[in-house]
């Protein structure tokens, strides 16, 4: 019963690292043009706003215009390229403060 639960756990991790390492081998030996490069250096960014914008407008429950305005805040400091904590801290800051307001 024991062997089987190890073997299980070495099977998995098995399955779930060979499909994140054959890309590093794989990747080196692929031209890919300009267009196509710079397209997959955006998709990370593209999936977090995705990620992140619905959470802006449900932040405060019915008041969607308060995680507006710290996603607004967020989204202006980060276009003068300030660093991310800053930005995040800065977001929260406001919607705390909209919270606050009477």
Do not use: H, Q
Request: glycine content about 6%; some cysteine; overall charge positive.
């Amino acid at each position: 019963m024991r062997l089987e639960i190890v073997l299980l756990v070495v099977l998995m991790a098995l399955v779930t690292y060979v499909p994140r390492m054959l890309p590093s081998f794989i990747i080196g030996k692929i031209k890919i043009g300009k267009k196509t490069e710079k397209f997959l250096r955006l998709i990370p960014y593209t999936a977090m706003a995705a990620l992140i914008f619905p959470g802006i407008l449900n932040s405060v429950g019915d008041k969607a215009y308060y995680g507006l305005a710290g996603g607004a805040v967020a989204a202006l400091l980060a276009y003068f390229k300030c660093p991310v904590v800053v930005c995040v801290i800065a977001a929260v800051a406001v919607d705390y403060i909209l919270v606050m307001l009477p």
